[in-house]
């Protein structure tokens, strides 16, 4: 499935975790429901908001041409991990090893 999506131009769901998904692979996201409570995706360009019915979802993809050029780091920028954290793994083995050695 996660390959079908990395190579769609475009994906069609209701999903909240498609939506999340599809916007992680930097491919545009048409929802099919009226509302959505991931506004920053849709304020972004990235999630198009295609309505219930079979006429606005046909509406919204037609008259979609294209992503945005930038897609905004809206959950970070994927480096949480490798900043230096007083409860990483290597720390806390480093502190084991000093409360033994006392």
Known sequence: MLILKQNARVI????GGMQEEAYFLDVPCFTLRPENKWVERVAAGWNVLAGAN??????????????????????????????DHPYTPSRLRRTRRNIFED
């Open 12 to 15: 069609l769901t209701d999903s």
């Open 54 to 83: 079979k006429e606005d979802m046909l509406n919204a993809v037609t008259s979609f041409l294209t992503p945005p050029d930038n897609r905004p780091p809206l959950y970070g920028d994927g480096a949480a991990s490798p900043k």
